[in-house]
């Protein structure tokens, strides 16, 4: 197989992600990582000691743990960002066998050897990790910083599964960060919106075949929103 020489100005890019879906996740990372770093200081008493200003960081962490949601609500105008909601809430055929197989990156004639839609089945369970435990920090969390209306039970309840939940979610994000700063296309996915066609190909085959080219762009930038891409794909794939 012949090896291209082209430039990067010259290569085809294909529309990964807009503009508004890139700024739901960046903002929500965000929230996410202040969130993470001001409970690590108020969790760990060596951090706690070394930081200070415990008052500060518990109210910045309250702000931020309550604006969690408010970036994803907002994000709901966004046709783009409903659509991948969509894509993510659903399990097709292939995502079970990328579970089941071990070798479920494996590339065979530059393509990968599952049809994986525009998220593979770890991205849509990481998804709905992250969008479960929102939910559940919010609910616990609001109980902690208004305990009064609350008996006693439901207060150490709260405080027990948020502390625990807390340590599972920065496992789950230094996962998903090693994942991401691994795969170099994955991560110009997400600052650029755009990707090589090889690339989409080789992780995820079966949206490439449908998957917008970046020079068909429409001029206000709802390329991928309910589009071509989406709505003629096989029925198995999302």
Same mark, same amino acid.
């Given at each position: 197989?012949?090896?291209?020489?082209?430039?990067?100005?010259? +290569?085809?890019?294909?529309v990964?992600f807009?503009? %508004?879906? +890139?700024?739901?996740?960046?903002?929500?990372a965000?929230?996410?990582?202040?969130?993470?770093?001001?409970?690590?200081c108020?969790?760990l008493?060596?951090?706690?000691?070394?930081? =200070?200003?415990?008052?500060?960081?518990k109210?910045?962490h309250?702000?931020c743990?309550?604006?969690?949601?408010?970036?994803?609500?907002? $994000?709901?105008?966004?046709?783009?960002?409903r659509a991948?909601l969509? @894509?993510l809430?659903?399990?097709?055929?292939?995502?079970?066998?990328?579970?089941? +197989? +071990?070798?479920? @990156?494996?590339?065979?004639?530059?393509?990968?050897?599952?049809?994986? $839609?525009?998220?593979?089945?770890?991205?849509?369970?990481? %998804?709905?990790?992250?969008? $479960?435990?929102?939910?559940?920090?919010?609910?616990? $969390?609001?109980?902690?910083?208004?305990?009064?209306?609350?008996?006693d039970?439901w207060?150490? =309840?709260a405080t027990?599964?948020h !502390?625990?939940?807390?340590l599972?979610?920065?496992?789950?994000?230094?996962g998903?960060?090693w994942?991401?700063?691994? !795969?170099r296309?994955?991560?110009?996915?997400?600052?650029?919106g @755009?990707?090589e066609?090889?690339w989409a190909?080789r992780?995820?085959?079966?949206w490439?075949?449908? %998957?917008?080219?970046?020079?068909?762009?429409?001029? !206000?930038?709802a390329?991928?929103e309910?589009? %071509?891409?989406?709505?003629?794909? @096989?029925?198995?794939i999302?």
């Amino acid at each position: 197989m012949r090896r291209r020489d082209t430039t990067s100005s010259e +290569r085809t890019w294909l529309v990964r992600f807009t503009l %508004a879906e +890139r700024s739901i996740h960046h903002v929500t990372a965000l929230l996410m990582l202040v969130c993470l770093v001001t409970a690590a200081c108020l969790y760990l008493p060596l951090l706690s000691t070394l930081v =200070g200003q415990r008052e500060t960081l518990k109210t910045v962490h309250v702000w931020c743990g309550f604006a969690l949601p408010v970036p994803i609500v907002l $994000g709901l105008v966004s046709r783009a960002f409903r659509a991948d909601l969509r @894509r993510l809430n659903r399990f097709a055929p292939h995502d079970w066998e990328w579970l089941k +197989r +071990r070798d479920r @990156r494996a590339v065979q004639d530059g393509r990968g050897v599952i049809p994986v $839609g525009k998220f593979n089945a770890g991205q849509k369970l990481n %998804a709905a990790f992250t969008a $479960g435990a929102i939910l559940l920090m919010l609910g616990t $969390g609001e109980i902690m910083t208004f305990p009064d209306p609350w008996g006693d039970r439901w207060r150490t =309840g709260a405080t027990f599964v948020h !502390d625990w939940l807390f340590l599972v979610v920065v496992v789950v994000t230094a996962g998903h960060l090693w994942e991401a700063f691994r !795969d170099r296309g994955a991560l110009n996915a997400m600052v650029t919106g @755009r990707v090589e066609p090889d690339w989409a190909a080789r992780h995820h085959a079966g949206w490439a075949a449908d %998957a917008t080219p970046a020079d068909a762009t429409p001029a !206000d930038g709802a390329s991928g929103e309910d589009g %071509a891409e989406f709505a003629q794909r @096989r029925p198995d794939i999302y």
